[in-house]
């Protein structure tokens, strides 16, 4: 207790002041920025699929052009990604890294701003309010999903900025308003636009602002005045919502009759669809005891809930101080008088668990979470308030938010996918790789595959095939309606890497930066090694000159026959896919091609159809 005494006093000493607070508002989203710059160029099947085909396609206007490239995912808002790819073509990548750092880690300003409104009726002193509100603020976006979504593509970071301050706005102007006026009427549009803004450059924000407004029902006001608060906060998200994502869902009925193409085709019939609702249900509840344990799911499994390994501990402390707070609430009812709680926190807390019941049935994924993940921590606070007082209380917080600070620095940063840094966020190997008659569609087999289609001509016709698309009879006639209308047809399909040879030739490469390899004393020691242990190489003599290593490791036969049989693998795929369409490849046509994200070697095989 008394280390845990002195940490406090250590944190409260650094975080006291209301000028550290505006200091802090500064750093973090230089180091945020800075983050991204270290990681690396951004890349991830996201990056891959559709992050930089739907901002290409978007910018030069190919909609009518392609089809599905990026499975449905093509279809998506294309407004984030369409500011990132004219970045990227425009900017250095290391400054458009920072960028996509510093922005998303603008949202701890009104984050801050409204744990300082849910802290405002607790008895603390000057010292310890200002603290604990950089602390929680801190423990928000010092978390495994932050962290390891900082400087990606993927929008979700970015528009939290747009949830919280609307959340803000909320609290600030509407919770504790019990007369009807002008400017309540004003602040739930502003608070609302915010939210829709959100929501309409990722519909998965949908799930908070369906968590601000309905949490309005929850606040202390007669039950008509909550219902009014959220009509008009709906009516806010509504044409937020219309300014960033409307004018796509109209595009979207203009061409398929679908404002959501292409999922929810069952309410909106498209031939190039079968009937169906959300395509992506992987990481949906599958039982009662799965939807009960979820939260401990993110600490010890959370890998199956989005393919990478965030564990994080906020969730599972959250549900465990919730039934303290819910089993104390019920004790309260057997005598003595509750601790009341602030409309701030009430509403905190609302929008915090709604967001994550909401988020829980409507999408599963792990990152799209982030959204109530920011105000977690603040909940939390507010149930070891009420249950154990607010000292103690604070320091309990303190130790929580500090073990998740290390767990994310640990696993977020560890998880992130990026590549060295190269003077081109993408390129092909040599310029022309990828060029052929301007007349040709391009059969794109398999994902994620379409960021190689800025390296293929203006005119030529992109189609997705192979791929996550909700594929039909329709759809099938329209790709061979593709291919007949240009003289030329091609197919591109990637070529499985040999990691193994990737991985070598770092080693290598570092071996030879510091010259190791060029000395006798340590080859001799490699060979020995590679010899009497089971490290999964071949030492390779390269026999005395005067500049160059001395030695290296190689792949083992063993892993290049295994490497080279995917590719054969890979290819016969290939084939049976456009079996489908009445075609196959020509193989004395087919070549290899390359390109780079990053400095990241990519290699495809182009063939011409028969």
Known sequence: MILIDRLYTFIISIFSTKRSALLMMAVVPLFFGLLSVFYGQPSGWDFFNYHVYNGYAFVHGRLDLDLAPAGFQSYFNPLLDSAYYLMSVNLPPKLVGFIMGFVPALVFIPLWLSIRLVLSNCKLTSFDFFALTTVLALCGLFSASFIGRNGSVDGDAITTIFQISSLYVVLRYVVNVRIWSLSLLAALLIAGFFSGLGSGLKLTGVTASLALCLGLLFIKNPLIFRFRLAFVFGLGVLFGLSATGGWWFIQMYQHFGNPLFPQFSSFFPNALTPPLTVIDKRFLPSGFLDLIFRPFYFLFNPGNFDGIYWPQIIWPILYLTGVFFLVKKFLFLKGDAAPLLSGYSVFVISYTLLGFVFWLF?????????????????????????????????????????????????????????????????????????????????????????????????????????????????????????????????????????????????????????????????????????????????????????????????????????????????????????????????????SVRNAYVGQRLFSFELCELR
């Open 362 to 590: 409507l999408f599963g994924i792990y990152r799209y979470q982030l959204y109530f993940y920011l105000t977690a921590p603040m909940v939390i606070f507010v149930f070891l308030k009420y249950v154990f007082g607010e000292a103690k209380g604070a320091k309990a917080m303190l130790i929580i938010c500090l073990v998740s600070f290390v767990m994310a620095l640990v696993f977020g940063v560890a998880s992130y996918k990026a590549e060295p840094w190269s003077d081109r966020f993408i390129q092909p190997s040599p310029a022309d790789a990828f060029t052929v008659p301007n007349d040709s569609t391009v059969l794109l087999d398999g994902q994620p595959l379409a960021w190689i289609a800025p390296f293929f001509p203006p005119t030529a016709a992109l189609v997705g095939i192979g791929g996550t698309f909700p594929f039909s009879a329709g759809y099938l006639a329209r790709v061979k309606t593709l291919i007949e209308r240009n003289e030329h047809t091609f197919v591109v399909f990637e070529l499985p890497q040999n990691y193994r040879e990737i991985s070598l030739a770092r080693i290598n490469q570092s071996l030879t930066a510091i010259g190791l390899n060029r000395q006798v004393g340590f080859c001799d020691v490699l060979e020995w090694t590679v010899s009497h242990t089971r490290i999964h190489a071949a030492y390779q003599n390269l026999g005395a000159t005067d500049e160059g290593p001395l030695c290296k490791l190689t792949v083992l036969p063993a892993d290049r026959q295994k490497h080279l049989t995917d590719v054969i693998a890979t290819n016969q795929r290939a084939r049976s896919n456009l079996l489908a369409y009445g075609y196959d490849l020509d193989q004395a046509s087919c």
